[in-house]
């Protein structure tokens, strides 16, 4: 039988994607582990591998097409023996047998269905946890005609996606049937609508008599559109402001960065406030945590998201156990991270997890501004400028200061105020301390 490749869900939030461009074409032979296509996420372009062996019968959807929803058949793989009038027998059988159920008695009818679903492959089936579990449409027919339940399977094909050959051998005893479901009055409870503004009809009316440029979202902007509106009305924010003087820290910069010449690096500023709230991190781990809906999670590493500014949006790639690493791994990762987000060649475990993310508009020139937080994290750190100003010193002396504004957006339900302040405070003192960062 035929097996259908289905659109892959890359990443745990995907709900469609474009297929970018095909790396195989009709006729060609293909082993499991082998690149397929590359396929565009709301992330990142990331190529699709096959799971099973065969030759590619059928391309279902033409490279370039956008807004494939996940699941959807986008080629077919003939296994040994079959041609390509095994796709279109295929194909006949299932449109007559949808064709004849209309006349048929509803037992029938049923009994059709169920041939039917075991024939085009039975869904991707979800764990106890909900999660997609990942298998291949042969394996899932296989599944499906033996009654084994896969959430008791462990794949063995690329990324842990279970494959005909783990599930052959199996009986419906073999594997483990999944948990009960949860009672209702267990499942969560359903989420109050958010507040939208006025629709794009509405909008587009107020300026029907004015001149203006349509520009179509892509799978980035809507992303960043829905989680920014969902962060900004659900998590309770506060803010903490603080001048952190640079100067030592500048000084200390320039000596380091004459002493790595010979080895190619260069640090940056970013690089010594990466590792600065990594260590704060550490010294407050109280704060080193993120909300997890009904609990707090408590990091043990300081895993720090960065925002990268990229065309038509942005990346929070993450750092992790960055309060382990040198200065000079973490500029030289920082600067891999960077590239490859800007051309969008992220792996989502790249870019999610962390605690806690820094945002720097310094280079910019802007002085200071508010960020928000990126969910689950339990804050987010914006970095301003580093202005030349005047400073009162200990000795009550006026003197002018190389100063820089911070402000550490908290959530709330995760941080406290005097707990933040007291990260803040690390921070500051990591920052204006620098060598102590070495120690």
């Known amino acids: 039988m035929p097996i259908e490749i289905l659109m892959p869900a890359l990443s745990p939030t995907m709900e469609e994607g474009t297929l970018a461009k095909w790396l195989v074409k009709e006729g060609d032979t293909v082993s499991s582990g082998d690149l397929l296509a590359e396929i565009e996420t ?10 099973d062996e065969g030759v590619i019968g059928k391309i279902m959807v033409a490279e370039g097409s956008e807004g494939v929803k996940v699941n959807t058949v986008i080629a077919v793989l003939l296994e040994e023996g079959e041609s390509a009038d095994d796709i279109s027998a295929s194909k006949a059988s299932l449109d007559a047998a949808g064709a004849d159920a209309k006349d048929e008695p509803k037992a029938t009818q049923a009994s059709d269905a169920k041939t039917s ?9 979800k764990g106890e946890d909900g999660k997609r579990i990942f298998a291949s449409p042969l394996a899932r027919r296989i599944a499906a005609d033996k009654g084994v339940d896969l959430a008791g399977v462990k794949g063995s094909g690329p990324h842990g ?13 073999d594997a483990p049937k999944a948990a009960a479901s949860k009672p209702a009055e267990a499942a969560e409870a359903p989420k109050a609508a958010m507040a939208s503004g006025a629709s794009a009809s509405a909008v587009a009316k107020m300026y029907e ?3 203006y440029e349509e520009v179509k979202l892509d799978g980035m902007r809507k992303t960043i559109a829905a989680r920014l509106t969902e962060a900004k009305q659900t998590v309770p924010h506060f803010y903490l402001r603080r001048d952190i003087q640079l100067d030592a820290l500048l000084a200390f910069r320039g000596t380091l960065n004459k002493q790595l010449e010979g080895r190619g690096v260069k640090l940056s500023v970013n690089d010594f406030i990466i ?52 200065l000079s791994a973490l500029s030289s990762e920082m600067k891999d991270l960077a590239g490859r987000a800007r051309d969008r060649k992220l792996a989502p475990h790249e870019y999610q997890g962390g605690s806690f993310a820094v945002s720097n508009l310094g280079m910019f020139g802007i002085d200071n ?4 937080i990126n969910p689950p994290h339990g804050a987010i750190l914006a970095v301003g400028a580093g202005i030349k100003k005047p400073v009162v010193g200990k000795d009550g ?24 302040a007291e990260l803040l405070n690390a921070i500051k003192d990591n920052l204006e301390n620098p060598m102590a960062m070495l120690a």
Do not use: Y
């Open 117 to 125: 679903e075991v024939a085009a492959a039975p869904p991707a089936p």
């Open 42 to 51: 709301d992330k990142a372009t990331m190529e699709f591998e096959a799971v």
């Open 275 to 326: 590792k600065a709230c990594a260590i704060a991190l550490q010294q407050v781990p109280d704060a080193n945590a993120v909300w997890a809906g009904d609990r707090i999670l408590k990091l043990t590493p300081s895993d720090v998201a960065v925002a990268v500014a990229i065309e038509g949006g942005l990346f929070t790639p993450v750092l992790k156990d960055a309060h382990h690493k040198s």
């Open 369 to 372: 501004f508010d960020a928000v």
């Open 397 to 420: 002396e006026l003197a002018v200061a190389t100063v820089m504004s911070v402000t550490l957006s908290v959530d709330h339900r995760v941080i406290d105020g005097a707990l933040g």
């Open 161 to 173: 996606r279970i494959v005909k050959a783990d599930v052959e051998g199996l009986s419906a005893s």
């Open 209 to 211: 008599d004015r001149e």
